[in-house]
Each structure stands twice: as structure tokens, then as C-alpha cells.
């Protein structure tokens, strides 16, 4: 079966600009997170998805950003006035939620560059 | 204020012999850990877990051992093989409710040398 695809796989984008970054789930995940990696940092947690609605925003580094997932399904992730400091790696993975132990299978993540 | 991290940025490794990749945590509230290992333009692929309850989990060429007095946990590989190069980053979720998301190290790149 297909795993979690993103899109686009690299944005490049001028300061100040809005970026639309889109993540589709493994069918039936119930669970949707979104993570970032800046260079040379591990994997930064932003948000993440029970269903359709965000029970945990805490992870998102300021109000330029936000997330919407609509049908369970395919999620954005929006970014407002991007700064060069937004340039990162941005992930995002699913788990079909069976308990809080579950692994989460990541997608390929989409390559943000802010000129 | 790093709560999991992997001070070894970089490890080189002779094919067949053993790979110890480090991992130490701050937070007492983490309750489970995982190790993630990506290739170069991928997203992480899970590889290995372990409760808190257990110190060692086993599965195939790869053990995960778990100290949880030192907070420390270690990744072992055995026999090391070249598909085996690859950035293992350590990840661990955090008991206390609120955030599912998990808190990742740095990585370290493991180099298999023929």
C-alpha cells in the first residue's frame, strides 16, 4: 500500500510569501503529525491530528504557522510571511492510532527554501 | 534544552563488526523510545522500540538497551553491513499526556566501511 506522500518535495520561496505544504496520511491513520528539521538539528515536533481536529498546537513556533486537516484525511500545513529562518525539512508522518505506542512512518518531507 | 541527545554526531564502523549508536535523556516523564533511521532525501523509517518496563528489546541484528537510572539507551548492530550507513536518530514520547508528538536527538551518521 501506498505510504505517507508530501507535496511539494522542495518549495522555494521569497521572504515575506505564504507556502502551502500538504501531506497525505496512509489511508485509515487516524493520527497525523507534522515535524521540521532545520540543518544539522533533529526532527523539531510542531502539530499534531487526532481526527480532524489539533488537541496539541504546542510545538508550533509562532503564529505564521498553522495546520488544518479536513475528512481525517490530507493535511496543510501553512506558513504566513515566511523568514529565512523557516528553512527546513518539513515532515510529516501518520499512525493508526492503537495506543500511544504506536511508531509513526514518516513521509519523504518537503524541502522548504527561503530566499 | 535538548531532552534526548545523541553526542555523537558521526560514527564509522568496519562491515561485520558491531555498531553502538548512544542516546541519553533528560525528561524522567519519557516512558517509551524509538530509533528512526533515514537515508538522504527520505523520511525516517522506524527500526526499533522499547517500553520503559523493559531494559532490552531484540529484533534480528538490531538490540536496543535500555538504562533508564543513567537515562541512557543504546542501539546495537550486529553484524554492521553497508546498508546499514544511514542517520539513526533516537526518539522518545513523553508519559505525562498532552503532546503525542516525540522528542527526537540530532542524529548520529553511521558509516559502514568495507
Known amino acids: 500500500g501506498a505510504g505517507v506522500s508530501q507535496s511539494p518535495s522542495n518549495k522555494v520561496t521569497e521572504k515575506g510569501k505564504d507556502v502551502e505544504l500538504r501531506c497525505d496520511p496512509i489511508?485509515?491513520?487516524?493520527?497525523l503529525y507534522w515535524y521540521r528539521q532545520s540543518l544539522g538539528q533533529g526532527l523539531e515536533f510542531l502539530i499534531y491530528?487526532?481526527?480532524?481536529?489539533?488537541?496539541?498546537k504546542s510545538g508550533l513556533p509562532s503564529d505564521r504557522f498553522s495546520a488544518e486537516r479536513t475528512g481525517g484525511s490530507v493535511s496543510t500545513l501553512t506558513i504566513q510571511r515566511t523568514q529565512q529562518e523557516d528553512s527546513a525539512v518539513y515532515l510529516c508522518?501518520?499512525?493508526?492510532?492503537?495506543?500511544?505506542?504506536?511508531?509513526?512512518?514518516f513521509g519523504p518531507g518537503t524541502r522548504l527554501t527561503v530566499l | 534544552d535538548q531532552q534526548v541527545k545523541q553526542n555523537s554526531p558521526s560514527l564509522s564502523v568496519q562491515e561485520g563488526r558491531i555498531s553502538i549508536l548512544n542516546c541519553d535523556y533528560t525528561n524522567s516523564m519519557f516512558d517509551y523510545f524509538l530509533w528512526y533511521k533515514k537515508y538522504p532525501a527520505e523520511g525516517p523509517t522506524f527500526l526499533i522500540s522499547i517500553s520503559s518496563i523493559k531494559d532490552k528489546n531484540e529484533d534480528g541484528r538490531f538490540t536496543v538497551f535500555l538504562n533508564k537510572s543513567a537515562k541512557h539507551l543504546s542501539l546495537h548492530i550486529v553484524p554492521s553491513q553497508p546498508g546499514d550507513s544511514a542517520v539513526y536518530f533516537c526518539?522518545?514520547?513523553?508519559?505525562?499526556?498532552?503532546?503525542?508528538?516525540?522528542?527526537f536527538g540530532k542524529g548520529t551518521h553511521l558509516i559502514i566501511q568495507p
Open positions: 491530528f487526532q481526527g480532524n481536529s489539533a488537541p496539541d
Open positions: 508522518a501518520s499512525s493508526p492510532w492503537q495506543g500511544r505506542t504506536n511508531e509513526q512512518f
Open positions: 526518539a522518545a514520547r513523553d508519559s505525562g499526556g498532552g503532546a503525542d508528538g516525540l522528542t
Open positions: 489511508s485509515g491513520h487516524t493520527a
